[in-house]
């Protein structure tokens, strides 16, 4: 099975390259949902309860029966993809990328203002080394899930009208959000930065000269083992590369797929079924500014899968959108759900271009969400940072509002 599964992938990725462009959401999404199979390919999977429980870390036969659901929504990736092709293969896969640098500017800076802004917030609350303390003592509000936006914006925003200070600026505070721990937003905003220098810069190969190369390297070392490397900063403030006294098959081991994958086969085990109401509800309470003080949760799937064990988990246990798509309608819940997440693709894919200003920065920051995050996520819970980027762009907005404003008066 895991031969049939790798069969698919190499075509669908094939195709997508063909029809969609290499530098594209929908490619990209392409392979982040490879990199997540990875575990149904090989047959293998790490037990979700006891690696954030009993916090040990083994090796398990996958089940059969999850290979035949990953096969499906593959399966129904690749219908999507063909779907949603345009027939002349021959168009211009990187036209020339539509940018207002005015609007990109204040936009630019406003981010800039708003992360420095957030930083004095953290930093205040628990010290200007806020980033190296534990992950369970950080301040976790919204406005701190808010702030990792402002720096993934204004990144996108500084790329796009070419501004090598600005960029470094934001690299610089993305790099703290690493610290902090939080490498899922290193892996966003790379694939945001990807398919935005090269629709710039009109292809893939561009991204492989001068520090592209390198940086594409390091970026992939942060994604994959990001873990270790932060862990072994905040306790030896840089000294070493990995955990110490962690062996290079334990690092391997938390390569996060592996645990993602357990959620099908653990859903499949304890019947765990979400009612379509139930689902609606999760995901279209992302339409709320607050979902909670509505008594809405948007967080449903991984809310109900903790409760199914018999243990209390607080973290870690994060959520898979393959199991999700499963607990809601079995296949065909599964073909729904990849089908719809090939459309939100697209969709990014086309607006992308369409766009030229902040929308366009708020656009590519989703595609990234979508390319490499919404594997490791429920539904509901993706819609959560669609909603985040949403507000995040409403207040640079704002804010970049008023420097034009000031500006102006200051003339």
């Known amino acids: ?48 309860y006891v690696s954030v429980v009993a916090k040990q870390r083994f090796l398990v036969d996958a089940p059969d029966a999850s290979d035949w659901v990953l096969l499906t929504a593959w399966l129904a990736f690749m219908a999507g993809a063909m779907m949603t092709a ?34 004095a917030y953290s930093a205040y609350n628990l010290g200007p080394l806020y980033f190296l303390a534990d992950r369970a003592e950080q301040v976790n509000d919204a406005i701190t899930l808010t702030a990792k936006w402002f720096v993934a914006i204004g990144l996108v925003s500084s790329l796009l009208i070419s501004s090598r200070k600005m960029t470094a600026f934001f690299i610089a505070m993305l790099a703290l959000r690493f ?46 083992f990001g873990k270790p490397i932060y862990i072994s900063i905040k306790n030896y403030f840089g ?6 006294g962690t062996s290079i098959q334990d ?31 999760s995901v279209l309470g992302n339409l709320l500014l607050v979902p909670s003080a509505f008594g ?21 246990v994060a959520g898979s959108f393959l199991a999700h798509g499963w607990a809601v309608g079995g296949a065909v819940g599964v073909i729904l759900f990849y089908f719809g997440y090939v459309m939100a693709l697209v969709w990014c894919d086309r607006q992308f271009v369409k766009q030229s200003g902040l929308r366009k920065a708020m656009i590519a920051c989703a595609g990234g969400v979508l390319a490499f995050y919404a594997h490791r996520n ?13 507000i995040a762009g409403l207040i640079v907005s704002f804010v970049s509002a008023l420097f034009v404003a000031f500006y102006a008066e200051a003339k």
Request: glycine share 10%.
């Open 251 to 281: 690092t391997l081991l938390t390569f996060e797929p592996l645990i993602i994958y357990s959620h099908l086969s653990h859903v499949m085990d304890t019947g765990l079924d979400i009612g379509f109401l139930q689902f609606l509800v």
């Open 179 to 224: 610290l902090s721990g939080d490498r899922t937003m290193v892996a966003i905003v790379t694939a945001a930065a990807v398919l935005t220098l090269g629709h710039k810069n009109g292809g893939a190969r561009t991204l492989f000269q001068g520090l592209g190369a390198p940086a594409l390297a390091a970026a992939a070392v942060i994604v994959v």
């Open 378 to 390: 429920g539904m509901d819970n993706l819609g959560s940072f669609m909603r985040q980027i949403a």
């Open 86 to 119: 345009r027939i002349d293969t021959k168009r211009q896969f990187y036209p020339p990328v539509a940018v207002n640098e005015r609007r990109l500017s204040h936009v630019m800076w406003a981010c800039a203002f708003l992360s420095l802004a957030t930083f």
């Open 296 to 316: 809405v949760s948007t967080n449903l799937y991984n809310e109900l899968v903790q409760s199914s064990f018999t243990f209390n988990v607080t973290y870690g």
């Open 1 to 48: 099975m895991g031969f049939a599964v790798a069969f698919i992938v190499i075509l669908t990725f094939i195709y997508c390259v063909r029809c969609h462009g290499l530098l594209s959401f929908t490619t990209l999404g392409c392979v982040g949902m490879a990199i997540y199979s990875i575990p149904g390919i090989i047959g293998l999977e790490m037990p979700i």
């Open 239 to 244: 000294i070493g590369i990995l955990e110490s």
